[in-house]
């Protein structure tokens, strides 16, 4: 067995630390290019739209509407998004058009729009396919124009 002088120590410490470098460097460049950091593509022109966006929230809060939103597996296999809109009232509330997207918490490339059909007074589903399993965030608006109303919930679909 050799005896440990400085000299081993010196290098035991460099090599120790090198591959600790070597690791996080590698880490670094694959998260740089993997992910640009930003979750919204324009977020100077979201800033710039957010007054109106506090006044569409505001126009929301005295209407009163609330979603129940609901997210499942239909036989097809395609993803089902079911919507039931209710006024300040408890009562169902009927819009010309309601939209839904399937956000996913990660990765933006898998988001999926879907414009969600009436079924009933206050009730809308719409189907989309090739939807992976896994946690959504499911955000249902009207469309610009219509009577402001926006709900975003995280559901898991299996």
Request: no cysteine; proline share 4%; charged share 25%.
């Given at each position: 067995?050799?005896?440990?002088?400085?000299?081993?120590?010196?290098?035991?410490?460099i090599?120790?630390?090198?591959?600790?470098v070597?690791?996080?460097?590698?880490f670094?460049?694959?998260a740089?290019?993997t992910?640009?950091?930003e979750?919204?593509?324009r977020?100077?022109?979201?800033?710039?739209?957010?007054?109106?966006?506090?006044?569409?929230?505001?126009?929301q809060r005295?209407?009163?509407?609330?979603?129940?939103?609901r997210?499942?597996?239909?036989?097809?296999?395609?993803a089902?998004?079911?919507?039931?809109?209710?006024?300040?009232?408890?009562?169902?509330?009927?819009?010309?058009?309601?939209?839904?997207?399937?956000?996913?918490?990660v990765?933006?490339?898998?988001d999926?729009?879907?414009?969600?059909?009436?079924v009933?007074?206050?009730?809308?589903?719409g189907e989309?396919?090739?939807v992976?399993p896994?946690?959504?965030?499911?955000v249902?608006?009207?469309?610009?124009?219509?009577?402001?109303?926006?709900?975003?919930?995280r559901?898991?679909l299996?």
């Open positions: 067995m050799r005896k440990l002088t400085g000299r081993g120590v010196l290098l035991l410490l090599a120790f630390f090198g591959v600790i070597a690791v996080d460097s590698g670094i460049a694959l740089v290019a992910y640009r950091g979750d919204e593509q977020p100077y022109l979201q800033g710039v739209e957010f007054n109106r966006t506090l006044e569409r929230r505001a126009v005295q209407l009163g509407w609330r979603a129940e939103v997210l499942s597996r239909a036989r097809s296999g395609a089902q998004v079911d919507v039931t809109l209710r006024g300040k009232d408890g009562g169902p509330e009927q819009v010309e058009a309601l939209n839904a997207e399937l956000r996913h918490p990765d933006e490339g898998r999926r729009a879907l414009r969600l059909a009436s009933g007074a206050g009730h809308y589903v989309v396919k090739g992976a896994g946690a959504w965030d499911v249902v608006s009207t469309p610009q124009g219509a009577a402001p109303f926006e709900a975003s919930t559901l898991w299996h």
